[in-house]
């Protein structure tokens, strides 16, 4: 496994991600998972914690006439959906959609799979599910498809300048364990990029 501690020895898209966080003064623990996870529930197995705790980055777009589009980035628990009308009332985007996969790499500089919460190449506007706020910690996409970090939602959510909101179909389960946290999760910061 690579060492975080030598961003040098990171892939070059790992490393703009912990590059983007130390500049934000926040010190990333990567791990470099043996295989890819296609999904929240291969992640959580990966790591052997709960579905919840995997934070899925699923980008949005919003169609803009000067630029094409306008991404948006959905921080959402890997047990909720993202529903587009709760999401578009949050951002005022009546007519947001999801990325295909190409305007998703194309507007992040990452692929699906990998795209993380920082180390954008421009600034990108991000929603973060409250129901991330439930764990102490929640594991986040590191840059590449094995690559993950953990981090407490608290710090998730100002690395990312997120503005959380209910943006899930439904609402996941609430977790039970260890890792449930024992106060109320973090109030809605305000709408600035990331």
């Known amino acids: 496994m690579p060492d975080a501690d030598?961003?040098?020895?990171?892939?070059?898209?790992?490393?703009r991600v912990v590059e983007a966080a130390a500049r934000k003064g926040v010190d990333l623990r990567v791990v470099v998972l043996e295989a890819?996870?296609?999904?929240?529930?291969?992640?959580?197995?990966?790591?052997?914690?709960?579905?919840?705790?995997?934070?899925?980055?699923?980008?949005?777009?919003?169609?803009?006439?000067?630029?094409?589009?306008?991404p948006v980035l959905c921080l959402v628990s890997g047990?909720?959906?993202?529903?587009?009308?709760?999401?578009?009332a949050v951002v005022g985007e009546p007519a947001i959609r999801r990325a295909t996969a190409r305007e998703a790499r194309d507007l992040t500089g990452f692929t699906i799979g990998g795209i993380?919460?920082?180390?954008?190449p421009h600034p990108v506007r991000v929603v973060m599910d409250p129901d991330l706020g439930r764990y102490r910690e929640v594991w986040a996409a590191g840059g590449m498809d094995r690559a993950v970090f953990p981090v407490a939602p608290a710090a998730l959510r100002a690395l990312t300048n997120a503005v959380v909101a209910p943006?899930?179909?439904?609402?996941?389960?609430?977790?039970?364990?260890?890792?449930?946290p024992a106060?109320?999760?973090?109030?809605?910061g305000p709408a600035t990029p990331a």
Do not use: M, W, Y
Request: glycine share 8%.
């Open 6 to 15: 030598d961003p040098q020895a990171l892939d070059p898209a790992v490393r």
């Open 36 to 70: 890819t996870t296609h999904t929240a529930e291969d992640a959580a197995r990966a790591l052997g914690v709960e579905v919840g705790q995997i934070v899925k980055s699923l980008v949005f777009v919003a169609p803009r006439e000067s630029t094409g589009h306008e």
């Open 79 to 88: 047990t909720n959906r993202v529903d587009p009308a709760r999401l578009a």
């Open 116 to 120: 993380p919460p920082v180390g954008h």
């Open 167 to 180: 943006i899930a179909d439904k609402p996941g389960p609430a977790p039970a364990g260890p890792d449930a």
């Open 183 to 188: 106060g109320p999760a973090a109030p809605a």
